[in-house]
Every structure is written in C-alpha cells, then in structure tokens.
C-alpha cells in the first residue's frame, strides 16, 4: 500500500515539475505555481475575444461643436455638412492671384481637410471650387476669404473656409 500512495505522488510529482524536482522541498510550491499560471493564462485567453469590442457612435466624432453648414470657419474648427463633420486643418497651398495683382494664372487654394463620419476618418486635401468625395458623402470647398492681397502675406488665422454638401442642389 505504501508502495502505491508513492507512485501515485511520483506521477502526481511528474505531471507539474521535471523529475529531478519530485521530492525536493519547492516541489510542491513549484505545482501550485504551475497551476496558478494555468489558470491565469486560460483567463486572460477568455477575456481576448472582449478586448475587441468598440462602440460606433452614430453622429461623427469631433472635438469642439461644429458650426452649421454655410458658416465661414477658421483652421481647426469643425463646421457639419450633412452628416459629416468637416475640419480645415492646414494650407497645403495658397497660389491664388492676388486681388491687387495681374496674373496670367487664377492659382489656387488646397486645404488639407479631415472628414468625420459615424465611425469614420478620412483627410483628403480638398481644393476650392472642388468637391471631394468618400463614403457615400461628398464634400466641396466653395468659397475662401479673405482674398490674397500682394502684402501683407496671410497668416493662417486670416482664413475662414465654407464648405457644402455637394451633393444638395441648394
């Protein structure tokens, strides 16, 4: 009987530790450890799939109350144009003629630009008088103020951007 109750803690022994470790004083604190760590892992593994979770809002996500369509905005501030909210974020280029000037070139105006939707980003640079498109809205720069003048240069807190829905005839 004796015999058996060994074998029995020599493969109880085996199944946590190495060999060599059965019988040594830590052999019992190292299974428990082993056990401990089992667990912790299938825990962690089970929660995975919830780390994943992301909640959509269903109006777009931007800092700030954005203006109403139509209003002259400057950089950084967001005006909503149908269900999007669009944001002026830089001067990529301002090449227009000035006012004050002949030019055998209009130029033009690009503005980078950052559309949000209901759990979606998009930036596009966006010139004036065109539209952009992306999913299922369409966005144009109509108008841009104040006008270039040879001097002084404006600074990019001068500007105020219109955007609209390109796709509303109004």
């Given at each position: ?19 060599s470790?059965?019988?040594?004083p830590?052999?019992r ?13 299938a ?6 799939p ?15 109350r954005p ?7 400057p ?6 144009v ?11 280029e ?9 030019c055998v070139?209009?130029g033009?105006?690009?503005v ?9 980003r ?7 008088g065109?539209?952009?498109?992306t ?25 105020r ?10």
């Open positions: 009987v004796g015999n058996r109750s060994s074998l029995r803690s020599v493969s109880t022994c085996a199944r946590f530790v190495t060999h470790d059965c019988g040594k830590g052999a604190y190292q299974r428990a450890m082993n056990r401990t760590a089992k667990t912790l892992a825990i962690a593994f089970l929660a995975l919830l780390g994943g979770c992301v909640v959509v809002p269903d109006s777009p996500n931007v800092e700030g203006w109403a369509q139509g209003t002259p905005v950089l950084g501030q967001p005006v909503l149908g269900d999007v909210a669009v944001t002026a974020k830089r001067i990529v301002d090449s227009r003629c000035p006012i004050n000037a002949r070139w209009a033009r105006l690009i980078e630009t950052r559309i949000d939707g209901a759990g979606w998009d930036t596009a640079n966006i010139t004036l065109e539209s952009y498109g999913h299922g809205q369409v966005v144009a720069l109509v108008d841009a103020g104040p006008d270039k003048m040879t001097s002084p240069e404006l600074q990019p807190g001068q500007y951007f219109t955007f609209a829905d390109a796709k509303d005839p109004g």
